[in-house]
Nanobody, 122 residues
Framework: QVQLVESGGGLVQPGGSLRLSCAASGRIFRIFAMGWYRQAPGKQRELVARITSDGRTNTADSVKGRFTISRDNAKNTVYLQMNSLKPEDTAVYYC????????????????WGQGTQVTVSS
C-alpha cells in the first residue's frame, strides 16, 4: 500500500516561511502529477499548486510569486516552499498524487496525505 506522509507544517509569523514535504512510500514504479491542496475552516479544499512528472507547474493566483512547488522523483517526494506567508494562508495542507504506477500497468489514483496544519499568526 502506498502512503503519503507530509511534514513541515507549524506556526509562523506573517511574512515568514515554511517548507512542506510529502514523501510517498511503498512499492512505486512511477508517479505522475502531484499537488498540494489546502482547506481552511469553513471553506472548500482548494488547489494550491501542481507539478507534473516532467516538472511543469501551475500555481493558484492567491499564492503565485510566494509559493513554489518542486519534486524529487528519485525520492518520490514533493515540496512546497512557502514564503511571505499571510494569515489567510492558514489552513490544513494536503498532499495529493493524481496517479501513480505501482508496477508497470498497475495504477492507483487520487491518493491523499493526512494533512499538515499551517498557522500564520502573530
Amino acid at each position: 500500500q502506498v502512503q503519503l506522509v507530509e511534514s513541515g507544517g507549524g506556526l509562523v509569523q506573517p511574512g515568514g516561511s515554511l517548507r512542506l514535504s510529502c514523501a510517498a512510500s511503498g512499492r512505486i514504479f512511477r508517479i505522475f502529477a502531484m499537488g498540494w491542496y489546502r482547506q481552511a475552516p469553513g471553506k472548500q479544499r482548494e488547489l494550491v499548486a501542481r507539478i507534473t512528472s516532467d516538472g511543469r507547474t501551475n500555481t493558484a493566483d492567491s499564492v503565485k510569486g510566494r509559493f513554489t512547488i518542486s519534486r524529487d522523483n528519485a525520492k518520490n517526494t514533493v515540496y512546497l516552499q512557502m514564503n511571505s506567508l499571510k494569515p489567510e494562508d492558514t489552513a490544513v495542507y494536503y498532499c495529493n498524487v493524481e496517479r501513480l504506477e505501482r508496477l508497470p500497468t498497475l495504477y492507483e489514483y487520487d491518493l491523499w496525505g493526512q494533512g499538515t496544519q499551517v498557522t500564520v499568526s502573530s
